[in-house]
Each structure stands twice: as structure tokens, then as C-alpha cells.
């Protein structure tokens, strides 16, 4: 369940300043809070994808390689049936949300 | 201590000039119609590779390196972050072109690119995809253990042609321990000259890096 913005805004650590030409620049409130809201709103959206895609991403990590598919698709036999197995078991760590 | 110098013809006959003296901390090589002063960020006579600038932020929300760019002396700039730690996980080292005022250069900024697992057979290629008003330079940072991304950028700003172009490559450990190489290519096409590039994190503060900024001589 992603968390709201005030609850990610109160896990942040507080913003830093600025390092321009190697140079440390202090940031005035406003815009420290205006970074603040900005990666509290990144921070979101990236919780509503992984919520949505998470299992996705796991799975495109995971899966065997296309030449390892075309290769098991020609030989068929154990060779697609460990491909089978091989992809069911990505698909079991990763289930659809 | 006393320095020298040892100049060969390449074939096995040599000249060793001796400074007899102690060198002081300022070590100055002279050749005929050119000085230049070594180690220092400003040896603009030794050569094509010139280091302009560098950071090393602890905790800073944001990096700049600001009004470098100089068409008439480098036709491009290589930017070194090296490893790279997040404070917060899982987030994306974001970056956006500046102006002549450090101001963000908004606009289309279309990319391609792909990225490839080392531990895993999971990659994409990345095409027809774009964001508005800043790039990534690297994605999935983590900030456990030895997580961390190593930086090569080449940046090639808009000067008769309005195309700002740069190339991202990074390598490193992915939040939850994954190994991976990126490769990805940004374009934004501006009649706003730009002048300067800023780094900074979807989210949170960049804890650490050392961030180099080089132009290379036309």
C-alpha cells in the first residue's frame, strides 16, 4: 500500500544544499520545502508503480532469455519442459498483483 | 627533494636535466611557446583533456556545474560521477540542462537507449520515449551495503544547431543487489543556449560522489 504524502515527507531526510562549481550553496526554506514536496511526490509515484508493475519488472528481470526460449521451441522435449518449469517458477516468485 | 627530467631521443640517448634544489609545491614544466602549470584545474596547454571543475558532496541535495560551456574552445565534455550513493532507496539520479542564468531548460527531452543485467537475463532496449524538462542519468539507485553506480557522461551542448545531445552510460549494483550496465542517449532540441547541467535524486539528498567535469579541445 503506498504511503501518503505526509508519511513519506516525514521519512525523508531533511534536504541539503546545493554544491555548484564544487562550491556549497545554502538553499533558503522555500526551496528546501519546495524539494521536499518534490521527492515526496517522486517517491509516490514510484511506490503506485511498483504497486502496479512491481510483479512485471520481477518477472522481466527473471525470465530465461529469448535465445534460451527459441532454442527449448526446436529442441522440445525436457529441454521445453525445464523451460516451462523455469518460467513457472519466475511467474510463482512474482504474481500478478 | 631534488626532480629531474629525462628527455630521449627514442633511441637510446638521453638528456637528464637536474634540479639540484628542493621543488616547492608548485612543479612547472616549460616547452618552447608553451607554460603550463601541472595539477592544477586549469592546465589549458598540456593537452586535449582539460579538467574544469569538481565536486565532492556529502549529503547535498543537488550538483551544478554551471556556465562551463565554451563552444569556441571545446567540442565537448565528459562529466565522471563516481560511485555514486543515494540516501534514499530505489530512487533516480535525474539531470536537466541549464542556462546562461543556471536556470532549468524546459522542453522535450527524447531518449533511446537499453540496459542489461550481469546476475540475471533480463534486459530492454528503450526507444520512442521521452520526459519533460529533465533527463536520467541513472535508475534504481540503492543505498545498502555496496550499492552503488559509477557515472560516464558525454555532453555535446547545442551550438550553431539547436540539438543539445548527451550520452549516460553507468554501471553498478542496483537497489536489492542486482549488477547492471546502462547505456541511454538524451536529445533536446532548445534555441536556449545551454550552459550548464545539475544532478540531483527523484528523491532524497545524493550522500556521496565525486563528480568531475572535463572539456576536451576542439
Known amino acids: 500500500m503506498a504511503q501518503t504524502i505526509e508519511e513519506i515527507k516525514a521519512g525523508l531526510p531533511p534536504v541539503g544544499n546545493s554544491i555548484v562549481n564544487g562550491v556549497e550553496v545554502e538553499l533558503s526554506e522555500e526551496e528546501k520545502e519546495a524539494t521536499l514536496n518534490t521527492w515526496a511526490e517522486n517517491e509516490r509515484a514510484r511506490q503506485l508503480d511498483e504497486e502496479a508493475n512491481g510483479w512485471l519488472y520481477g518477472r522481466q528481470s527473471e525470465y530465461p532469455s529469448l535465445q534460451d526460449c527459441i532454442h527449448a521451441l526446436l529442441d522440445g522435449g525436457d529441454t521445453l519442459t525445464d523451460l516451462q518449469a523455469a518460467r513457472q517458477a519466475v511467474k510463482d516468485k512474482y504474481p500478478k498483483g | ?218
Open chain 2, 1 to 218: 627533494m631534488p626532480g629531474s627530467i629525462k628527455i630521449d631521443d627514442g633511441s637510446g640517448n638521453y638528456t637528464i636535466l637536474t634540479n639540484a634544489g628542493s621543488l616547492g609545491s608548485d612543479k612547472t614544466i616549460t616547452i618552447p611557446n608553451e607554460t603550463a602549470t601541472l595539477a592544477t584545474t586549469t592546465a589549458t596547454d598540456l593537452g586535449g583533456l582539460v579538467k574544469l571543475a569538481s565536486a565532492t558532496p556529502s549529503g547535498a541535495s543537488e550538483i551544478q556545474f554551471a556556465n562551463f560551456v565554451d563552444n569556441s574552445t571545446y567540442s565537448k565534455y565528459k562529466i565522471i560521477l563516481e560511485e555514486v550513493i543515494a540516501d534514499t532507496d530505489a530512487s533516480i539520479l535525474y539531470f536537466t540542462f541549464l542556462d546562461a542564468s543556471d536556470a532549468d531548460v524546459s522542453g522535450t527531452y527524447k531518449k533511446s537507449g537499453y540496459y542489461a543485467y550481469m546476475d540475471t537475463t533480463g534486459h530492454s532496449f528503450l526507444g520512442n520515449s521521452t520526459s519533460s524538462g529533465f533527463g536520467r542519468t541513472a535508475f534504481n539507485f540503492g543505498n545498502v551495503s555496496e550499492e552503488n553506480f559509477t557515472c560516464e557522461i558525454d555532453f555535446y551542448p547545442n551550438n550553431t544547431k539547436n540539438i543539445a545531445k548527451i550520452n549516460n552510460r553507468y554501471i553498478g549494483e542496483w537497489s536489492g543487489g542486482t549488477y547492471l550496465k546502462s547505456d541511454e542517449a538524451y536529445i533536446l532540441d532548445t534555441s536556449t543556449a545551454i550552459k550548464g547541467i545539475r544532478y540531483y535524486m527523484s528523491t532524497g539528498n545524493i550522500s556521496a560522489t565525486k563528480a568531475t567535469l572535463y572539456g576536451v579541445k576542439k
